[in-house]
């Protein structure tokens, strides 16, 4: 089944915001068994609107498209499809009690220009919206499908997770399809494929291979699609299996895992606990670590120890260790999370110093250097890092995976 994405706003052709609509959409279908044919973006324009919709009747499966369906003026994709599709707008009963309650939630009135939100095509399959007042609308000519999302990211997804998903795979024939993801970290993508090279060679037809880089982590994507469902399972568990025993010590996880969820569920089914000493991450491993539901049970707190008075006074590092080797050394690194460690009375610490740049490096720490460290009550190990990068918000967030990287592998000896 072929489809096409249409993401609608003239901010996104002018690059006031980054399109993330399409790309999601696109993850989503693939994983459903459908194959993206194609992703337009068109402005705020009626003409353009329509010609868009005029050119996919008939030639694709399916058209998914988000954004202008506000109840401002300049929101005008709502007009065009009541135009395309011949529709009479009339008022929806369930769609106005969703906008009344929304708005009463927040505490505030509704407007006429709410309550326009409520008119829909008399012809349409209506989906509900239950996070905003834009619903969404289902239509078809000639044997094409059309479906028009909010723009907002948050509640398109939403929208098609809770409904959108369960619709076309009821009214669709999809092939057998099962997508996989092996997340791993701590290894560049051309040694990656040099270790794995062999085992690439012999997959089967049924099973394509995608490398997914991103700063300081692969993902690897296995894609398979085959008549007989229980047999590619089966397949794809065998070629996972087998790609675990090539490079154990690079994988944290699978599919949807993310690294500080896995690391936060190592401590947790250990009964340890952790605090963090950060200078050059300012705060960027605690973040990932909060984001996870649940952290309070064993993350304790952390430090930004940016500056080497803050090292000392506050961590304990001695001056005579940042005088003869500087804050960006195993030597200083190690004392930190040893203090972090002492500070907050954890099972864990890690500690990170580095140059993130895009200044402040010499010839022998070059900007992208970074001295990590994890200690516990029984060892404190460091690790030197070299990043070779002058960006500093990679520099920053390689530091932060590359440090929870190494607490995980510190956890798994346990």
């Not at 329509?50 to 003026?73: H, R």
């Not at 309650?101 to 399959?125: I, W, Y």
């Not at 047999?231 to 994988?251: G, N």
């Not at 200078?279 to 649940?294: E, L």
Request: glycine share 8%; net charge negative.
């Amino acid at each position: 089944m072929k489809a096409v994405i249409v993401t609608i706003g003239d901010e996104i052709l002018t690059g006031h915001i980054v399109d993330t609509n399409a790309a999601w959409l696109a993850a989503r279908l693939s994983e459903i068994g459908f194959e993206v044919i194609k992703k337009i973006s068109i402005g705020d324009d009626r003409e353009a609107i329509m010609a868009t919709l005029k050119e996919m009747t008939g030639v694709t499966s399916l058209v998914l498209i988000t954004g202008g369906l506000g109840p401002t003026p300049d929101d005008v994709t709502r007009k065009a499809l009541f135009d395309f599709f011949e529709s009479t707008p009339v008022e929806d009963p369930a769609v106005l009690r969703q906008v009344q309650s929304f708005m009463e939630k927040r505490g505030r009135p509704l407007t006429d220009l709410n309550r326009k939100q409520a008119l829909v095509a008399h012809n349409c399959k209506v989906i509900p919206n239950n996070i905003g007042t834009a619903p969404g609308m289902w239509f078809e000519k000639r044997g094409t499908i059309f479906v028009a999302m909010p723009g907002v990211p948050f509640e398109m997804q939403e929208m098609f997770n809770s409904y959108l998903q369960g619709m076309l795979k009821e009214h669709f024939a999809l092939p057998s399809f099962i997508v996989r993801q092996v997340l791993l970290t701590g290894i560049g993508e051309s040694f990656l494929a040099e270790e794995i090279k062999q085992w690439e060679k012999n997959l089967p037809p049924s099973i394509h291979l995608s490398y997914l880089p991103s700063p300081g982590m692969i993902t690897l994507r296995l894609t398979a699609r085959d008549e007989n469902r229980d047999a590619l399972e089966q397949e794809v568990e065998s070629q996972l299996r087998k790609l675990q025993t090539l490079i154990p010590s690079y994988i944290y996880g699978y599919d949807n895992d993310t690294l500080e969820a896995v690391v936060g569920r190592m401590l947790w089914e250990h009964g340890k606990t952790l605090s963090l000493a950060e200078s050059c991450t300012g705060g960027a491993i605690g973040r990932m670590i909060v984001n996870v539901p649940g952290a309070s049970r064993y993350f304790k707190g952390g430090v930004i120890a940016y500056s080497n008075e803050i090292k000392i006074n506050v961590l304990g590092v001695p001056e005579s260790v940042l005088g003869n080797f500087g804050a960006v050394s195993r030597e200083t690194v190690c004392a930190m999370a040893e203090g972090v460690r002492k500070l907050f009375d954890t099972d864990y610490a890690v500690a990170v110093s580095g140059i993130a740049g895009p200044e402040g490096g010499t010839e022998e720490k070059p900007v992208g250097t970074v001295w990590i460290a994890v200690t516990s009550k029984e060892e404190t190990t460091a690790e030197k890092f070299s990043f070779g990068d002058d960006d500093r918000q990679r520099n920053i967030t390689k530091s932060a995976i590359a440090a929870l990287n190494l607490l995980r592998k510190s956890i798994q000896i346990i």
